[in-house]
């Protein structure tokens, strides 16, 4: 996992009214009724472009917007959510007892699910061997926040995929439409001085300060399985067990030395086993939702086991903090590069950016380009990506 797909935004902030009940009769009063809560409603819209401009052209695009009703559902906020392919209504933070918070959302995605309608092979593409993907998941999370700044959370997520296109090579085997189970167990500490306005979904990249750390273990449950993919001489197999484990753990930090200089880090690893390409760990691009790469193709490495990390330096070019200007290294290692099967064969990754994170009031632009680091597993060499994207904080 190139259709283009655009950018931009948004959404809305609503209050309320107050009303006390009095007693008319002689006897005590009674205690003032509560003033109803303030209902407030969020809504963000972003936007934005990922490609690979040498050797060849390619890449692919979002378009997001969200809305999110503070307390509307049981003391719970109602969120709707919408992504390019992909939509989302959910129910978070319904308070269950004292620190305990359910979660419970259904999302769908067509046909672009994972982006495994782009095929990768040395950071080129072969569009005889992508296909569409699609799903319907419900959603369900229970976090017991047991500590200051320490959260444990269990996950019970049921899924059903489908998968097909006619324009897929007759060669290529599609996997078998199938259910999953998706229990997962996972552990967060959040110790982050950030505004909360920085986590917010118009803020592609949030100016990050503190330390956060997560570690999730699961498994997914098939209904069915097949061999798919490729001829075994002319790519990788997947060969999927019903049983499949994934261990996913991640760092972040961010430090603010001095008002005209900060750095943040990130780090992420996993390791997979009997995987295939459905479940792997999408690495490469600049965006937000894979592991970044700069100068790689957004998800041009699919891999289950992996070790990469990331180093960031923004500098302040103006006295209210609002414009940055930042260079991004990253690298690692990930198994499995040539993409022909040898999961225990691993290669190195890695590449600069040159970024911009610029802010004016609820307008946030993005502007990052990429190299990627020369690896024996490339085809070819430079390779370089652009980044563009935009955020409205709506109302």
């Not at 009674?30 to 934005?48: D, F, N, S, T, Y």
């Not at 505004?195 to 449950?221: C, M, N, S």
């Not at 019903?242 to 753990?249: A, G, P, R, S």
Request: aromatic share 16%; with cysteine.
């Amino acid at each position: 996992m190139r259709a283009w797909v655009g950018a931009v935004a948004a959404c809305c902030l609503l209050a309320s009214a107050t009303a006390r009940a009095q007693e008319a009769n002689p006897e005590p009063a009674q205690e003032p009724a509560e003033e109803p809560q303030q209902r407030k409603w969020h809504g963000q819209v972003a936007g934005g472009l990922d490609y690979v401009f040498n050797p060849e052209f390619e890449g692919f695009g979002f378009f997001l917007f969200q809305a999110t009703g503070e307390g509307i559902v049981g003391g719970g906020d109602l969120r709707l959510y919408y992504n390019t392919d992909t939509v989302e209504v959910g129910l978070d933070r319904i308070p269950l007892a004292d620190n305990l918070d359910l979660f419970i959302a259904l999302r769908g995605e067509a046909f672009f699910s994972g982006l495994l309608r782009y095929y990768y092979v040395g950071g080129l593409r072969d569009s005889g061997f992508g296909f569409n993907a699609s799903y319907i998941v419900l959603r369900n999370k229970l976090q017991w926040h047991f500590a200051p700044k320490n959260t444990f959370e269990v996950i019970a997520d049921v899924r059903h995929w489908w998968f097909g296109d006619d324009s897929t090579s007759s060669a290529f085997t599609l996997p078998d439409n199938t259910w999953v189970f998706e229990p997962r167990v996972g552990y967060i500490f959040w110790n982050v001085d950030s505004p909360g306005g920085e986590y917010t979904a118009d803020k592609l990249f949030p100016r990050f300060e503190g330390h956060a750390f997560g570690l999730t273990v699961g498994i997914d449950v098939r209904s069915d399985i097949n061999v798919w993919g490729p001829p075994a001489d002319q790519g990788r197999p997947n060969d999927p067990e019903k049983w499949i484990l994934t261990i996913n753990q991640w760092y972040r930090g961010g430090w603010q030395f001095v008002r005209w200089f900060r750095l943040e880090v990130q780090e992420n690893a996993s390791w997979g086993e009997n995987q295939d390409d459905i479940t792997r760990q999408r690495v490469g691009g600049m965006n937000p939702y894979s592991i970044v790469v700069p100068g790689v193709p957004w998800a041009g490495i699919l891999s289950e086991r992996l070790l990469i990390g990331q180093a960031s330096a923004h500098f302040r070019v103006t006295k209210d903090r609002a414009q940055e200007i930042a260079v991004l290294v990253s690298g690692g290692a990930v198994n499995d590069p040539f993409r022909v099967g040898d999961l225990n064969d691993f290669g190195g990754i890695g590449g600069v950016a040159l970024m911009t994170d610029l802010r004016w009031g609820p307008v946030s632009l993005y502007a990052r380009l990429g190299y990627a680091f020369p690896v024996n597993w490339l085809a070819d060499d430079p390779f370089f990506s652009v980044f563009g994207g935009i955020g409205w904080d709506a109302f």
